[in-house]
């Protein structure tokens, strides 16, 4: 039977911590004989990430959580011990960038100086003010002689138009997907066309507005539970099932 074993692994000083854990996963699954198309399906995986797992092959595997939670799931069925070689893999996960550093301390910069307007603008402006107040003063002097007619009496007199009154309207809220995890781990939130909302190591509780609809993948997603509106949360599956979970307006809530 083909076990897809060709060429033995050559290990060196110089190969990287993810091809030696590709080379020791191929090694154990050759000697218990056993197929890798078998056991990626045995696993709930595809037989090519199996196989870029094994050829440590950066072009098609995904994020550093999701190779380390595959490793470990497939080490776990071939009982093999891995985690000394997980180990530094798990360097490269979570790095959160530093802040830039501040600017250096110094005498802060006194603020330019405006010229001083010429004279003339003065006076155009005492000028203009004084017009103005006059014009005040005449239309105060016609409105208090134009109050004495019958027609400015009734016109004062007529009480005030109520304001008409808009009809309360109600309005339905969007549905909404809640995730929530009590331990860190990698999770991924994508519209329905495929574009990423969330991407990053999630710890906590987040709301997110389902609108056309949201994919949800998740390196545990035995760790992180999903809630549709106010219903109640579920995991969004075992620890082997990392695959994409889908909330839309009649999809229903994921099971565990």
Partial sequence: MDLNAGPEPQESDTSSPLERL?????QARLQRGIDRAALAAQLHMGDEQLQALEEADTTRLPEPVFVIAQARRVALALGVEVDGLIAPLKQGVGVIKPAPAPLAPGRPKSPARLPAPPAWIGALVLLLGLTGAGLWGWTLMQRRSGDSSPSATATAAAPAPAPARIPATTTNNPRSLTLTSAEPSWVTVETAAGKIVY????????RFPIGNGLKV?????????????AGAGKPLGTIDQINWVSFGAAAPAPQP
């Fill in 22 to 26: 590709g080379a020791t996963l191929r």
């Fill in 199 to 206: 991407e990053g190591l999630f710890n906590g509780s987040r």
């Fill in 217 to 229: 993948r998740a390196g545990r997603p035995d760790l992180v539970r999903a809630s549709l509106d």
